[in-house]
């Protein structure tokens, strides 16, 4: 399985300077070293097809979700997922969604996947005079019951993953 640090630093969850330094940047979070020495564990003792697996980042917003950012994860069984949620829920981690993108950059790729089932009418991006710019997402209205989550928290969960600020418009 690849993760964001080294496997010795997921193993022992202490950092190397390479990943020290990477957590000084904000690039990794301590829900990403914990959550890939967790995964290990399980791929060890439960579900080997979790080597394929490409773990990017995680988030967690008000303890009320985690984003998995993960690329294969069509390689591993609904029944392997299964024991996955079941083992990471019984070590306190809270509601888990999936989320595969195969580029870490492609802003609404992860926009549709979070929103998903809501349909989404459109993407834009909305320029500021001070050269600062946000994503505008437009939803159909009556979709609005269809969010698994607030659209504060989406928009909130959204800039962590990916830096950018989003807006989420009903119409």
Request: net charge positive.
């Amino acid at each position: 399985m690849k993760i964001p640090i080294c496997y010795f630093d997921a193993k022992t969850r202490t950092l190397c300077p390479k990943c020290l330094e990477k957590f000084r940047k904000g690039e990794i979070g301590r829900l990403d070293i914990d959550l890939s020495h967790d995964l290990i564990e399980i791929e060890e003792k439960y579900v080997p097809s979790l080597k394929n697996l490409v773990f990017h980042k995680a988030v967690n917003i008000d303890n009320k979700l985690i984003f998995l950012l993960v690329k294969g994860s069509r390689n591993i069984r609904k029944r392997e997922w299964k024991i996955i949620f079941r083992k990471l829920m019984k070590l306190g981690y809270p509601k888990i969604k999936i989320i595969e993108v195969e580029n870490m950059h492609d802003v609404k790729k992860i926009i549709s996947q979070v929103i998903s089932p809501a349909r989404i009418l459109s993407i834009s991006i909305s320029w500021y005079p001070d050269e600062s710019y946000e994503y505008r997402v437009r939803v159909y209205k009556k979709d609005l019951k269809l969010l698994s989550y607030s659209p504060t928290i989406i928009e909130e969960a959204i800039y962590k993953i990916t830096n950018k600020r989003i807006k989420i418009i009903f119409e």
